[in-house]
């Protein structure tokens, strides 16, 4: 059984797309007061009663505005960037930053691993970025 919270009050409703069924909002919880709250329609949490909310919000929301092509493009950059990051962190710094498992590569596979690093430094300077990026194949 879900333990459901009737939400009575909602404030400062934003459209996040053209069809008015994604917002971002206030919802003003009964225990924890006013908190910011995305009601989305992929949602499968019951907590909360999204129908109820789109009632409460009628049509007293700020209009969906489309992202500018700058914005895109700064969303896309972000996201190439935290990937490049992941593979770093991940793949990279266990290989390079360990001396033991380093001194027991060959000068080839040290070689190896420094390019693909710099490779995945280098994705940033792309002609294609962020758009078109070719990821370098991990030695």
């Not at 910011?36 to 109820?52: A, E, G, I």
């Not at 493009?73 to 990937?83: L, M, N, Q």
Request: glycine share 2%; net charge negative.
């Amino acid at each position: 059984m879900v333990n459901r919270v009737i939400i009575s009050e909602v404030r400062n409703a934003k459209s996040l797309n053209e069809e008015n069924t994604f917002f971002d909002l206030e919802i003003n919880h009964p225990i924890h007061g006013w908190l910011p709250y995305t009601l989305s329609p992929h949602d499968t949490d019951m907590t909360v009663d999204n129908s109820v909310l789109l009632e409460l919000i009628g049509d007293d929301f700020q209009a969906y505005v489309a992202p500018t092509q700058e914005e895109l493009d700064e969303a896309a950059a972000i996201e190439v960037r935290r990937r490049r990051d992941m593979a770093l962190m991940i793949e990279v710094d266990p290989i390079v930053s360990n001396p033991l498992r380093w001194a027991d590569m060959t000068t080839e596979q040290q070689n190896a691993w420094a390019e693909f690093r710099t490779a995945l430094l280098n994705i940033t300077e792309q002609e294609g970025f962020p758009h078109n990026v070719e990821w370098p194949d991990k030695p």
